[in-house]
């Protein structure tokens, strides 16, 4: 005689498992059966940024927040963030892009922050020469949270960046041209140049109508509060939409006019590139360093052009969904080229090599 033998599916035995349980438990409750131990689902690091109280005297009245990656590597790297009007750092924070490449890269975001007790919008006072002028205002205040990074977390001299949006660009702008030594290079996105307003009337029609200064005059208005031979000038990319309702594209050729005198640079030595979002100037130093990149967005209206990496992002106020992102491009144009340099300097250098045991 033969017998067959048949296997149940591992789907019906976990089944007529779990009934004989419920039969039991039914049954004889005092035998109640332990339930077996949850496994929680691994979550990724949370990009949580933190309110730095005290830093300094504080004479523009602002928040110093912060991120910290919980892998950092060397050198170690700044990055200051200037949220734009009606924005938060936290809602820059969560929807530039900037925190997933912190965490990832392993760099510190420091963002200050205005409060409405100076600026009913959120805007930083970019306009106000009290709050741009050289050690005073605001300027100093962003100025007193960078050393107070820089303290903290041994961030190297020279790996010091800062990107800005909107009256966050003007003010970071303003950090560029005040504290020329300060950064290595900045991006200002839907800026405006230093010097082009004086109060909050001749900012709205600036930001609507441009100014009209000769470029001799805008490098100038810099060069007064900048001064001469103060070490190398930072590398600047600018970036405006053509369909930007709210700040005139024509404040970006301000701020071009003003770079390339800062600089020492003829407009017609750029190099064209094109991209998907348009035509991109660039000017270049003799070792092919770039100086200036000017970006003008074909359709971009007033916003941070940012990439979306998951399906389930929230939206944040004046972030742009598209193609290309402006943090990431600063990155990889600005901040990782120059991060890699000096990591091989340090890998070459005596001190390294005396320190591996090398002679």
């Known amino acids: 005689m033969r017998f067959k033998f048949s296997m149940s599916p591992l ?27 949850k496994v929680p689902k691994p979550r990724a690091p949370r990009s949580v940024l933190v309110h730095v109280p005290a830093f300094g ?10 991120y910290v990656p919980p892998v950092r590597r060397e050198p170690q790297t700044l990055v200051v963030v200037l949220h734009g009007c009606l924005q938060t750092a936290e809602n820059y924070h969560r929807g530039s892009g900037w925190s997933r490449m912190a965490r990832d890269k392993g760099f510190v975001l420091l963002y200050p922050e205005q409060v409405q007790a100076n600026n009913h919008n959120l805007c930083f006072n970019w306009f106000r020469p009290s709050m741009v002028a050289r050690d005073r205002g605001e300027l100093m205040s962003i100025r007193q949270m960078i050393e ?5 977390h041994g961030i190297a001299r020279d790996r010091i960046f800062i990107q800005g949006l909107s009256a966050g660009g003007a003010m970071a702008n303003a950090l560029l041209v005040t504290y020329p030594d300060l950064f290595a290079a900045g991006q200002v996105v839907g800026g405006l140049p230093y010097g082009a307003a004086r109060d909050a009337m001749s900012a709205m029609s600036v930001m609507k109508s441009g100014s009209r200064r000769s470029r001799e005059e805008w490098g100038d208005l810099a060069r007064a509060v ?20 709210v700040v005139s594209p024509l404040n970006a050729e301000a701020l071009l006019s003003q770079w390339l005198q800062l600089h020492g640079l003829d407009e ?21 360093k770039t100086l200036i990149e000017y970006r003008l967005l074909e359709g971009l209206d007033h ?24 943090p990431q491009q600063f990155y990889e144009t600005f901040i990782r080229q120059r991060v890699q340099a000096a990591g091989r300097q340090s890998i070459s ?8 045991g090398q002679s």
């Open 57 to 66: 005297s504080n004479p523009g009245r602002l928040r110093m927040l912060e």
């Open 268 to 288: 017609k030595s750029a190099a064209r590139e094109t991209g998907v979002e348009g035509d991109v100037l660039i000017w270049r130093d003799g070792n092919g």
């Open 226 to 245: 900048g001064g001469e031979g103060k070490g190398t000038r930072p590398a600047v990319s600018i970036w405006q939409g053509r369909a930007d309702r």
């Open 303 to 326: 916003g941070l052009p940012v990439i979306v990496r998951h399906a389930n992002h929230k939206r944040q106020p004046y972030m742009i969904e598209g193609a290309i992102g402006a």
């Open 349 to 356: 250098s005596p001190r390294s090599k005396r320190r591996s």
């Open 11 to 37: 789907s019906a035995i976990l089944r007529s498992q779990k009934r004989l349980r419920r039969r039991i438990e039914k049954a004889m409750p005092q035998f109640r059966l332990p339930e077996a131990p």
């Open 148 to 152: 107070h990074s820089v303290e903290r």
